[in-house]
């Protein structure tokens, strides 16, 4: 980032009498490399269609608007709305839609039901970034790749390998396989965050890459092998699921999976094997319960 480039973005904030508002977490990318550097890591064609979480000035819609063959863009703020119907009014293919984006159902909005598959480009607000995932994760139509801004630290996360798994990267990883394509400065944004930022991809798999019946028993039984991280897999899962514990060891043994395990040093395969073994033994307690984030 350049200081001219943060001038710009000042100067349009505060040519239309704005300031970032600290309580939706608004922290503006003004660093044109990087914006070029996510347009680029979408890959993005003139067939594709592309929803953009939070347009902010729309700086960044311009640019997929010129990559892509048409551009929804969602954001919160009915102010920052204002400034992009004004200044993205000569692109004919951008559609901007004032609103929450967990309250955005991609298969309402007829151009994205419509399509084939599109793709997901945005900045995501701190404070909701798991949300988002889930919402995009559990949607009835899913995209076909996310290119997203998110803490570096969640960045870590989400991609991590067994030994430092998490309930978010269990979650992600079943549905597509994530990496990190750039890492970003926090002075890249107007007003920097507290922490770096990191770009993630994740693309979505056709089908999930382990067999699992029932979707919401699967991430029952991971969410309660999470649910005490410091406690050995099997007295998780006994006190997440209501089993007695030396029944849980017998069925983790058959699962070929070591019971004085801790739920971080699975693998996304090896938790395919606890679920199956579990739900075969105990299919009461394995079934319900919403995805987690």
Not at 72 to 82: F, Q, S, W
Not at 189 to 201: I, K, L, Q, T, W
């Amino acid at each position: 980032m350049n200081s001219r480039e943060l001038r710009e973005v000042q100067r349009l904030l505060k040519g239309f009498g704005l300031r970032p508002r600290k309580g939706l977490g608004q922290s503006f990318l003004i660093a044109q490399e990087i914006m070029e550097r996510i347009v680029a890591a979408a890959e993005l064609d003139p067939e594709d269609v592309v929803l953009e979480v939070g347009a902010g000035l729309g700086r960044m819609t311009r640019l997929l608007a010129e990559k892509a063959g048409r551009v929804v863009a969602i954001e919160l703020d009915e102010r920052l709305v204002k400034i992009l119907d004004r200044t993205l009014s000569d692109l004919p293919n951008v559609e901007i839609v004032q609103g929450n984006i967990l309250e955005f159902d991609p298969a309402r909005n007829p151009l994205l039901a419509a399509c084939r598959s599109y793709k997901v480009v945005g900045n995501l607000p701190y404070y909701i970034t798991s949300a988002i995932l889930r919402h995009f994760l559990e949607a009835k139509v899913k995209p076909k790749l996310m290119v997203v801004t998110v803490q570096e630290e969640v960045a870590q996360r989400i991609v991590a390998k067994p030994g430092e798994m998490s309930l978010l990267a269990v979650s992600v990883q079943f549905y597509g396989q994530p990496r990190i394509v750039a890492r970003i400065p926090a002075s890249s944004f107007y007003p920097p965050p507290e922490v770096d930022s990191a770009v993630v991809r994740i693309d979505f798999y056709e089908r999930p890459p382990i067999g699992v019946e029932d979707v919401k028993g699967f991430f029952k039984v991971v969410r309660a092998g999470f649910s005490q991280r410091r406690k050995q897999l099997h007295n998780a899962l006994s006190a997440g699921l209501g089993i007695p514990d030396g029944e849980v060891k017998e069925t983790l043994h058959r699962a070929g999976v070591d019971p004085g395990r801790r739920a971080q040093t699975l693998s996304l395969e090896e938790w395919g094997r606890v679920y199956r073994a579990l739900s075969l033994r105990f299919r009461p307690q394995c079934q319900g319960l919403n995805l987690a984030g």
